[in-house]
């Protein structure tokens, strides 16, 4: 029986592999999620085999898998906004069996089978328990941020890093000595403690911005600790999977990284977006602004319209409008690109979805890097809810704080409209020079009601 | 891949390493296989080292195959890392599946299920929802 199992989970790896090999192109994406249900069914049916599971026990398991499938319907469902925050509690959830799993792991191990933990399982036992409730706590937090149950701005106090660098400093230390000599099994609860007060605390001080980075990472450690699991039970498919789901976080969170010129320490310890004290000093500046009707005459006059959506298209839910608007301007022979700045929006690729939801061909969403040589060419930018990842002070002014930041260059092209909401500075309360230069013309209001009386203007004139 | 990804791996392995070897130095016992229970096999000596090399080498694959995901697919893609991350479900029937001298076991067990199934069928169904959204200009057209 137990050959069936490994050979069970050997094809469940090899399955899981293919699932994100076929993840590289939109065309074959979909066989990529139809092989990750078939390994995840194999591994659950190759456990379920196991001779170690008592009969009796088979009706709680699939109460329980019952209660699980009732629970995941409906988080399926979830507006295509608010999928940051669906998958920020879903590595909460991956974090929490992990981390009850490690548990029971722990305390099993003393009270049956007089088996005892080598260093490495305890060692082991500790990081699963560690990363796991941390991800638990942490992720959230992001979510009830995203979801803004909590408050989003970033709250710093003096001190912090000291605190949370202590505060994990403890915990290692812990679990040191835990994997030293097992027999002090009374630090075990103090670690799970620590790990659930130290995902709130790094999470504390992470603003919106950041949060991309921070989902990416909260994957990752979600990965990390069923590898640990994996480790502690001797499972090498709970090693393989982990490590992918790991290393997805990990190479999620560098592009993120690289995309906002920051390192992994600096987005954790650095508490982005607070707003400067500072910026009451910027002079009057004045701005021209425009009615939608100006700016429907504006883009008719174009040959290529490119618009740069940020998180504030998410907010107003303007996907639709945009696509009715990219439809009145493609009619008219318009050539319409949409700019995708990484970090826009709240998780990676947030910007995609929300525009494969409104319809738009993935054919037309360009990446910042393929984008930016065009600029100088385009007639118009239009800017939706985007703010930082527009701003011409990540190449000019070396006191900004996102100097260096890799930014879509809307300021090259020969008009830019800005629909916004207030002049208040975006998430990042940083000013944005783009707002006052002159080939720049400000659109007041929701965008999803200014980009809906664009398209109408366009509609109207010519049909 | 970048050079300082790879100075980062090494290192994160160079640690594990030592520190097998260091356990291993400091005289490490064998613990009785307990018969019956299959997931804890034999920590013997130096018995920790494959499941190392598997998760070295998974590391590897992994890095390599997600750096050449589709950028437009990165949303997807973190759910159906959710969803596979969610692997978890297998630890957690074979804590809620084996007879344990006190129920609260099991019962830990059964609330990690419920955790992780409701990723596996969440994360799943909604990446599908997802992809199902791109479409190339051809087929979008009214």
């Known amino acids: 029986m137990s050959t069936w199992i490994q050979i069970a989970y050997l094809i469940s790896t090899a399955l899981f592999i293919f699932s994100l090999k076929w993840m590289n192109d939109p065309k074959t994406a979909r066989r990529g999620v139809a092989a990750g249900v078939a390994a995840m069914l194999v591994a659950v049916i190759g456990t379920l085999i196991n001779p170690a599971i008592v009969a009796s026990n088979y009706k709680w398991i699939a109460l329980a898998i019952i209660i699980g499938s009732a629970i995941g319907v409906p988080l399926s469902w979830v507006p295509l906004t608010a999928v940051p925050q669906r998958t920020a509690l879903s590595h909460a959830f991956g974090g929490l069996a992990a981390g009850l799993v490690g548990v029971a792991e722990f305390y099993l191990s003393f009270s049956e089978s007089g088996q005892e933990l080598s260093h490495f399982r305890a060692a082991a036992l500790c990081a699963e328990v560690l990363l796991g409730f941390l991800t638990f706590t942490g992720s959230l937090m992001a979510a009830g941020k995203l979801q803004e149950i909590v408050p989003t701005r970033p709250i710093t106090y003096k001190g912090q890093n000291i605190v949370n660098i202590g505060l994990l400093a403890v915990a290692i230390v812990c679990c040191i000595v835990l994997s030293t000599d097992v027999s002090y099994k009374f630090i075990f609860p103090f670690i799970i403690v620590l790990a659930l007060l130290f995902g709130v605390l790094l999470l504390i ?63 954790l310890f650095g508490a982005f977006g607070q707003i400067q004290a500072a910026s009451a000093d910027s002079q009057q500046k004045t701005v021209k602004s425009a009615t939608p009707e100006d700016a429907a005459q504006i883009m008719e006059q174009a040959n290529t319209v490119v618009i740069v959506p940020g998180y504030g298209m998410a907010v107003a839910q303007a996907q639709h409008r945009v696509r009715e608007l990219y439809d009145q301007l493609t009619k008219r022979g318009i050539t319409v690109k949409f700019a995708i700045h990484p970090v826009a929006g709240r998780m990676p690729g947030h910007m995609n979805v929300l525009l494969a939801e409104a319809d738009i061909p993935y054919t037309d969403l360009v990446e910042m890097d393929d984008i930016n040589p065009e600029m100088p060419q385009v007639d118009v930018v239009l800017v939706v809810g985007a703010n930082d990842v527009v701003n011409p002070a990540a190449r000019t002014n070396k006191s900004s704080p996102i100097y260096g930041m890799p930014i879509i260059n809307a300021d090259k092209a020969k008009t830019v409209l800005a629909i916004k909401r207030t002049m208040n500075p975006g998430f990042a309360g940083i000013e944005n020079e783009l707002y006052y230069a002159d080939k720049t013309l400000m659109v007041f209001g929701d965008a999803k009601a200014v980009v809906g009386d664009i398209a109408k203007h366009l509609s109207g004139e010519n049909s | 891949m970048k050079p300082s990804l790879f100075k980062s791996f090494a290192a994160a392995f160079a640690v594990l390493a030592a520190g097998g070897i260091l356990s291993a130095a400091a005289g490490e016992t064998t613990g009785e296989a307990a018969a019956g229970t299959v997931q804890h096999a034999s920590a013997a000596g130096m018995d920790y080292i494959p499941i190392i090399f598997v998760f070295m ?86």
């Not at chain 1, 990472?217 to 498919?237: C, E, H, Q, R, W």
């Not at chain 2, 990165?74 to 129920?103: C, D, F, R, W």
């Not at chain 2, 609330?111 to 994360?123: F, R, Y």
């Open chain 2, 57 to 142: 080498l998974s590391t590897f694959v992994g890095l390599d195959i997600i750096r050449r995901v589709s950028r437009l697919l990165h949303t997807p893609l973190m759910s159906l890392t959710n969803a596979i991350s969610a692997i978890a479900v297998v630890g957690s029937i074979l804590i809620a599946g084996q007879q344990h001298s006190e129920y609260k076991f099991n019962i830990l067990g059964m609330v990690a299920i419920v955790a992780s199934v409701s990723n596996i069928v969440s994360g799943f169904l909604i990446t599908d929802r997802m992809l199902k959204m791109f479409k190339k200009r051809e087929g979008s057209k009214p």
């Open chain 1, 205 to 267: 001080p992470i603003g919106g911005a950041d949060m991309p980075t921070v989902i990416s990472i909260l994957n990752s450690y979600a990965g990390l600790s069923a590898v640990a699991m994996g480790f502690v039970m001797d499972n090498k498919l709970l090693i393989t999977a982990g490590a992918l789901d790991g290393s997805s976080g990990l190479i999620l969170s560098i592009i993120m990284c690289k995309a906002m010129n920051r390192s992994f320490t600096n987005v």
